[in-house]
């Protein structure tokens, strides 16, 4: 059974930082893109950023380039988000998915529970 | 940039009846379109992928139809479980931008 777990979610101060981990299980994590995709209270879904299996590849919406790094540990089957320069827009639901085929389809075919990012003074 | 327009905003249909909910692109996304259902409290659930395949698990009560830039998710005969809200996504653009539609809220009539 797949299952993605995130943590790490707070309520941190305007202009702070925060990690993100989502732990994977249930599949071959190395053999997936991975994404990170948020949800402002009470508003809709919007995908935020986007690794290739391998690390090598990044992808971030232009809401959060330069302010947020996307990384993973394949040996620790496990995905990250480091989030600095944090700001009132950022505070939503972090949700980490899997992506459905082996070469990045941008489809979200597992998503964890997510995990409540704060962003206020 | 392509935008993801959704209609309605909420749909009210009642149980075992039909129910059609629209999904526009502003520009071709040809078959690269995916529906997901968000009941409350709960993440997303892939539905349709490839604008009219279903995902592992889905009832054949949900089907996709659509190209290009019209696209549309049809359940036959609703079950008191599939009120939810919908998104539609596309994902023909690359790099990865704006993906999501703003959601329809389907409720109970």
């Known amino acids: 059974e797949v299952q993605l777990v995130e943590s790490g979610g707070v309520v941190v101060q305007p202009g702070g930082s925060l990690r993100l981990s989502c732990a994977a299980s249930g599949f071959t994590f190395d053999d997936y893109a991975m994404h990170w995709v948020r949800q402002a209270p009470g508003k809709g879904l919007e995908w935020v950023s986007l690794?290739?299996?391998?690390?090598?590849?990044?992808y971030y919406a232009d809401s959060v380039k330069g302010r947020f790094t996307i990384s993973r540990d394949n040996s620790k089957n496990s995905l990250y988000l480091q989030m600095n320069s944090l700001r009132a827009e950022d505070t939503a639901l972090y949700y980490c998915?899997?992506?459905?085929?082996?070469?990045?389809?941008?489809?979200?075919?597992?998503w964890g529970q997510g995990t409540l990012v704060t962003v206020s003074s | 940039e392509i935008v993801m327009t959704q209609s309605p905003a909420t749909l009210s249909v009642s149980p075992g009846e039909r129910a059609t909910l629209s999904c526009r692109a502003s520009q071709s996304v040809s078959s690269n379109l995916a529906w997901y259902q968000q009941k409350p409290g709960q993440a997303p659930r892939l539905l349709i992928y490839g604008a009219s395949t279903r995902a592992t698990g889905i009832p054949a009560r949900f089907s996709g139809s659509g190209s290009g830039t019209e696209f549309t998710l049809t359940i036959s005969s609703l079950q008191s479980e599939d009120f939810a809200v919908y998104y539609c996504q596309q994902y023909n653009n690359w790099p990865p931008r704006d993906t999501f539609g703003q959601g329809t809220r389907l409720e109970i009539k």
């Open positions: 690794i290739s299996w391998d690390g090598g590849s990044t």
């Open positions: 998915a899997k992506d459905i085929a082996e070469d990045t389809a941008m489809v979200f075919d597992y």
